[in-house]
């Protein structure tokens, strides 16, 4: 004969009444079947009959306190405070798993037994939850509580890298977006990632769409910009969360200005005198040039202008380093033979076209560059 006692809520566990000697007029060939089958029925008869009483819930901020009371347990199933120990009440936890949460038998308590980090637990799910079962003995009564982790703004938000960099070219129009990586905060709801601010700066503002799935993090051009004037910008974006008291977190972006061949090169003087009656070979005139683009955009090459002064090419008279600028006499010559007004043309592979110098031949022994 199985029998249960009457719990501390008038729930009542009737397993089941059989007479035992049923089993004393059994034919032996049967016992087996019999046996396989009775005790299928008392298996039933126990879930169906066991006391399973209804989940009850509580909510707990994460990081409390170890000791901190989540709620009163006794008070909540209904069960005297006095008779925990003696029915040995416990939570029922896996062998090897964190014992989030303790019953406090002078209480009727539950409450935080170790550290709980939801960020740890649950990482991005939006609901986090323990679930435990509390046995209770004699009579035997099994309770299902849920236990909602509450998350608090213990994070700040932080990218995934402290500078970020961006290459723009010189050539970028006003109004260009460029794409940046946002931040991360490991909290969730309101406590996460809300806004973003841009040091102010005369060259770019920040967009953010925060719209679920149309996300958006961009730096908007709002003034062109010009690599000879500075090559290199550093802009300090912060963001913030919606906690209280707020939280936030910086990245500096780093802006690499890229060159593009926007400038035409330009002699220091726009005209150079040189002496007549020059031996052959004679270094007579230097002239300089500059271009202020960057590495193979700034590289400047001289070069003769193809003309002719009376029927005979320039060339006869003149030649040019084209790597210095130094002007060397061919032949001799006076200003007969080469009249004031030779042209010296800077070549460069440049779009925006050659700077010329206009050489005139003068009767001074020193050569002089105005």
Known sequence: ????????????????????????????????????????????????????????????????????????????????????????????????????????????????????????????ATTCTLKYEIIIEYPLELHRIVIEIIDINDNSPAFAKEMITVEISELAIKGARYAVNEAHDADIGINCVQSYKLKENPYFSFLFHNKPGQEKYELVLEKELDREEQKDIELLLT?????????????????????????????????AYVAENNKPGISICSVTARDPDWRQNGTVLYSLVSSEVNGIPVSSFLSVNGDTGVIHAVRSYNDNTLPAGGTLKLHQNDPFGASVITLNTTGDEEVRIA
């Open 1 to 124: 004969r199985l029998s249960g006692l009457q719990g501390d809520q008038n729930r009542t566990l009737i397993l089941a009444t059989v007479d035992v000697n049923q089993f004393r007029q059994i034919n032996m060939e049967n016992t087996g079947l019999f046996a396989r089958s009775f005790l299928f029925k008392v298996m039933c008869v126990l879930i169906m009959f066991l006391t399973a009483n209804g989940d009850v819930s509580y909510s707990v901020p994460e990081e409390k306190k170890i000791g901190s009371v989540i709620g009163n347990l006794a008070r909540d199933l209904g069960i005297n405070v006095k008779t925990l120990t003696l029915r040995k009440a416990r939570l029922d936890v896996d062998e090897g798993s964190n014992r989030y949460c303790d019953i406090d038998m002078n209480t009727g308590d539950l409450i935080v037994a170790e550290r709980i980090d939801r960020e740890q637990l649950c990482g991005p």
């Open 239 to 271: 963001a913030f969360d919606g906690g209280n008291p707020q939280r936030s977190g910086t990245a500096v972006i780093h802006i690499t200005v890229l060159d593009a061949n926007d400038n035409s090169p330009v002699f220091s003087r726009p005209l």
